[in-house]
């Protein structure tokens, strides 16, 4: 069966961050199915980030426009295989992980895009599940209200190669303050099958949400990129396009 899956490139940004990076890419050494590559931007660090990935052998490139949307997009279009997936430096992919994406998009060929939730690991029972329902949970309500439909989520996602060529000439890449998944779900989202895989779970470190700066700065990040796409994608235009072929369907 595995012949016969899409090849998949891994994606991670990456800016100081070379000892929780040795745990991800450790995470993706023992995945059921490997991906074809591994592709780290460098966002200009200045500790042994790149090191770390090359001794795990991923191919790094290095980004010298700051902020991860830059680097997202600089590791989207070095990546070579049919599928890009995506995840944070910080992030612990669960050993199914590679698989699952590539059985997806194996399995619809329709599929343009396909993301899942993360959880917080290094807090004790419940209050890790608990923070991370409340923390995506919160997310997921605020944009899907915005979008018109659920956002894809930075640290666990992947989409076709082909999407990203069509769509990238849009995402704002140079914007250090736009949140890129945001981004990327408003000029991908209407377009193209989207779809949020609840199962498909990944750990990620708590520090998004430790420190009142964390949180208002992430607050702060995805006001400045709604509104960097009004009015033409505000709410009030995406969801009436969002049923207007439901509608169209009905009059004829």
Known sequence: MSAALPTVSVVIPCLNDAAALEACLSSLTRQSLQPAEIVVV??????????????????????????????????????????????????????????????????????????????????????GAVLSVFYLGSYYLAMGLALGHLPLFGSNLAMRAPVWREIRPQVHRADKEMHDDVCLSLHLGQQYVCRFERTLVVGMAPRAVIGAANLARRFRRAFHTLLAHWPAEAPWVRWPRRYAPAAKAGRG
């Open 42 to 127: 460098d966002n200009n660090s200045t500790d042994s980030s790149a090191a770390v990935a090359r001794r795990f052998g991923a191919r790094v490139i290095t980004e010298p426009v700051p902020g991860i949307p830059a680097a997202a997009a600089a590791g989207y279009d070095a990546a070579g295989g049919d599928i890009i997936a995506r995840c944070d430096a910080d992030c612990i992919l669960p050993a199914e992980w590679i698989q699952r994406i590539a059985e997806s998009f194996a399995a619809d060929p329709a599929l343009g895009a396909l993301s899942g939730p993360g959880s917080f690991y290094g807090f004790p029972r419940p209050w």
